[in-house]
């Protein structure tokens, strides 16, 4: 079992920045493929950024693609998600997700291939 607990969220203005933690329980984060989704109210979760075990591996959505960057301290149990230059359509709830396997894409991307979860951490937005 694996608990993940994100932070960082907050509300800011557009072109702002801000970085995301999420933290795992467990002795094994190294070897977990870890990602970064969000979801606004009415609409599917939608897939941000994924990073692999090692850090080798990152893949981010066109959406935020070259805005963020996706890290992990293996040391700290920790992966990172930086944005820079927010913009409103970026508000939403920003959720963690751990997988013990190996995914590579396009199955990385996919909410349904992580098995743990954390709380949520709002990003707002405004103009």
């Known amino acids: 079992q694996v608990q993940l607990v994100e932070s960082g969220g907050g509300l800011v203005q557009a072109g702002d920045s801000l970085r995301l933690s999420c933290t795992a329980s467990g002795r094994t984060f190294s070897t977990y493929l870890m990602g970064w989704f969000r979801q606004v109210p009415g609409k599917e979760r939608e897939f941000v950024a994924t990073i692999s075990g090692t850090g080798g591996m990152t893949y981010y959505a066109d959406s935020v693609k070259g805005r963020s960057t996706i890290s992990r301290d293996n040391a700290k149990n920790t992966v990172y998600l930086q944005m820079d230059n927010l913009k409103p359509e970026d508000t939403a709830l920003y959720y963690c997700?751990?997988?013990?396997?190996?995914?590579?894409?396009?199955?990385?991307?996919?909410?349904?291939?992580?098995?743990?979860w954390g709380q949520g951490t709002q990003v707002t937005v405004s103009s």
């Open positions: 997700a751990a997988s013990p396997r190996l995914f590579t894409l396009p199955l990385a991307s996919r909410s349904y291939n992580y098995n743990y």
